[in-house]
């Protein structure tokens, strides 16, 4: 079994192993011993895949004592809502759960963000355990500690900095993952990489479980350094300003992964142009999504794109951070005044091919 500690506000271990979820009971009561009560929080997809009652994790905690609810909803996006916290928390004091009690999200980052933001307001605060179920759960949201919930106004609009009390990740659960699923996952693996670990790239398609290990592991550095992003975890938006507003310019119908693959594609692409990069890394980029066969977005528009990224949460005043890769396996932030993000756009779409 592979062992990464983080040291947040909490300390808290992530574990990974094939097979984990049949002896989660087993790695939960070394942390939060039963008879306590606990909530399992996840989709119905995930619910009938991995949360029933006749299925090894749900036979494994209530096998160990403990008292087992169960609270699904929705797959997707749309289940992120204040409506669903409120529902979550409702059958928390429903139950009469109390500070001793916990929560286990159980899924995607849906389910992580939704059932952890429920954590951190019930009662001010309840303990919850990560169980990840999407590449991208287990490689990027399921560690760091942000939750959240989605308003009209945005994505993750509303959240917390709340971190998990422990991460249990079982990668044999991705043999249910879809294609797509796994290549959403695998745009923050290849975004780690061109981060912090060129070495990423090496264990793709070999060994996926050294892979999510070494993204977690860029991931722990960031956040450990500051975990509510006023510094260095910007950089792990690499990708993500232009991404989303690719995402919304075409009206949510590129996948996220992809979105953020063309967006670091198009940053890099400019930044190269304006000689801030040391070694260019655009080329690279190119190679990984020709070599994954992400689709490449052909709609680029700068002044659409502009528009949308400038609405972006990482927009302080009237500056927008730039997260740009300074060469393979590093990259740096620049601020840049948001009547200059469309130029900088343009340059990208324009050395597109
Ligand atoms: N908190 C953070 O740091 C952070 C970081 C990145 C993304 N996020 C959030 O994560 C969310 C996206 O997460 P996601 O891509 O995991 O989406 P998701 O949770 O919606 O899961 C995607 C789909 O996969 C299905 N699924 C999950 N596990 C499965 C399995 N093992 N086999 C078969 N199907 C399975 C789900 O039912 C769902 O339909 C977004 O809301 C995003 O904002 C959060």
Known sequence: MQKITMHTSKTYDILIEDGLLASAAEQIAAILPPPRKCCLVCDRTVYSLYGRQDLPLFVSLTGAGYDVNICTFDPGEGSKTLRAAEEICGVLASKGFTRDDFIIALGGGVSG??????????????????????????????????????????????????????????????????????LNGLAEIIKAGFIADGTIFDCIGENISEAIVKAIQVKKEIVEADERESGSRRLLNFGHTIGHAIEKCSGYTVPHGCAVMNGMYLTALAADDLEWSMTPVSGLIKNVIDAFAYPKYEELKAPQLAEAAAGDKKRVSDKIIIVYPDQPGRCKTKELPVSELEGFIARGVRLWK
């Open 113 to 182: 963000d939704l059932a952890g933001f429920a954590a951190s307001i019930h009662m001010r605060g309840i303990p919850f355990v990560q169980i990840p179920t999407t590449l991208l759960a287990m490689a990027d949201s399921s560690v760091g500690g942000k939750t959240g919930v989605n308003t009209d106004a945005g994505k993750n609009m509303i959240g917390t900095f709340w971190q998990p009390s422990l991460v249990l990740i079982d990668p044999a659960v991705l043999d249910t993952l879809s294609q797509d699923e796994l």
